[in-house]
């Protein structure tokens, strides 16, 4: 058409992921240390069809690669470096918040945060009817984690 190029931003628009998305605001708050924000969207996900338990997985997934990047930063590898390596590689436009994270969490408390993350995936696998309140737990516990509370 017009202009006759097609840019990152047209092709999010038309094959953008929707769910993860939603999943991302809720995920990347809660690893940022801001609960309300976390919750806010985990009550809308969760009202438009989200699983508690993809919420579950998804914030257990993003702590382990926050681990991981954590891990070979405190051997000395520059953390641009290791997040340049991850497979699958991140999204652009989560970088710099991830890269803020893998900074700011410490290799203790990411152990107690991936700890409690399994807990609760394991309690909401034994009890899916208390999964949505295992998960709100975890958001919280996980925020006050990020900012150094817990």
Same mark, same amino acid.
């Given at each position: 058409?017009?202009?006759? /190029?097609?840019?990152?931003?047209?092709?999010?628009?038309?094959?953008?992921?929707?769910?993860?998305?939603?999943?991302?605001?809720?995920?990347?708050?809660?690893?940022?240390?801001?609960?309300?924000?976390?919750?806010?969207?985990?009550?809308?996900?969760?009202?438009?069809?989200?699983?508690?338990?993809?919420?579950?997985?998804?914030?257990?997934?993003?702590?382990?690669?926050?681990?991981?990047?954590?891990?070979?930063?405190?051997?000395?590898?520059?953390?641009?470096?290791?997040?340049?390596? &991850?497979?699958?590689?991140?999204?652009?436009? &989560?970088?710099?918040?991830?890269?803020?994270?893998?900074?700011?969490? *410490?290799?203790?408390?990411?152990?107690?945060?991936?700890?409690?993350? *399994?807990?609760?995936?394991?309690?909401?696998?034994?009890?899916?009817?208390?999964?949505?309140? &295992? /998960?709100?737990?975890?958001?919280?516990?996980?925020?006050?984690?990020?900012?150094?509370?817990?």
């Amino acid at each position: 058409g017009d202009g006759g /190029t097609v840019g990152i931003e047209d092709v999010d628009a038309i094959v953008g992921d929707a769910s993860e998305e939603a999943i991302d605001r809720i995920v990347l708050p809660a690893a940022g240390g801001k609960a309300k924000t976390a919750l806010r969207e985990f009550d809308k996900a969760v009202a438009g069809g989200e699983s508690p338990q993809t919420v579950l997985l998804m914030l257990l997934r993003h702590l382990q690669r926050l681990a991981a990047v954590r891990v070979a930063a405190d051997a000395g590898k520059p953390v641009e470096a290791v997040i340049a390596a &991850l497979r699958p590689p991140l999204h652009f436009k &989560l970088k710099d918040v991830f890269s803020a994270q893998a900074r700011a969490w *410490s290799a203790e408390r990411l152990g107690r945060a991936l700890a409690l993350a *399994s807990e609760a995936q394991k309690a909401a696998r034994l009890s899916s009817r208390l999964e949505r309140e &295992l /998960t709100e737990r975890l958001v919280m516990e996980v925020a006050a984690l990020a900012v150094g509370k817990g």
